[in-house]
């Protein structure tokens, strides 16, 4: 029996998390996916933000877009976690970059125009994973709902 158990929890291959490099593409779409379903909603507006605004940063026709998600959606649950894609961007981000992305992220969580405690919750730890200053994630909400002022209905 516990030899059962350590085979069920055995990892599937050799590479550490740490080993793990996931595509840009699919790093970030796993942390827009986290901040659409962070509170167990989905909202229909942050889902479709979410394809949008992949489908503008990476210029992605739908076919790929769909590609995109599957593969993501698959390597999140492999993972189990969302930490080797934020640990890729992390390292891998210059704060720019990760600016753009808190940015991206702020107006999938406002796109419905609540802000869920758990979306908070999990916002408020988003910096922490990136390794970026929690100033610049005020900045980034402040950019997000001027963008969001702009399109529609403030939030």
């Not at 291959?13 to 593409?25: C, G, H, I, Q």
């Not at 107006?107 to 610049?136: I, K």
Request: hydrophobic share 45%.
């Amino acid at each position: 029996m516990l030899e059962l158990l350590k085979a069920l929890w055995a990892p599937q291959d050799d590479r550490r998390m740490t080993d793990l490099n996931p595509d840009p593409a699919v790093a970030v779409c796993a942390v827009l996916l986290e901040a659409s379903e962070v509170d167990q909603q989905a909202p229909p507006e942050e889902q479709a933000l979410v394809r949008s605004l992949l489908s503008k940063r990476f210029g992605l026709d739908e076919a790929h877009l769909e590609a995109l998600i599957a593969q993501t959606r698959a390597q999140r649950s492999r993972t189990g976690d969302l930490w080797p894609f934020t640990h890729y961007l992390r390292r891998t981000y210059t704060p720019e970059q990760k600016e753009e992305l808190l940015v991206m992220v702020w107006q999938v969580l406002l796109a419905d125009h609540r802000l869920d405690p758990y979306e908070e919750q999990w916002a408020r730890r988003l910096p922490e994973m990136l390794a970026v200053n929690g100033s610049l994630m005020i900045e980034a909400k402040q950019r997000a709902r001027a963008l969001s002022a702009a399109s529609g209905p403030a939030a």
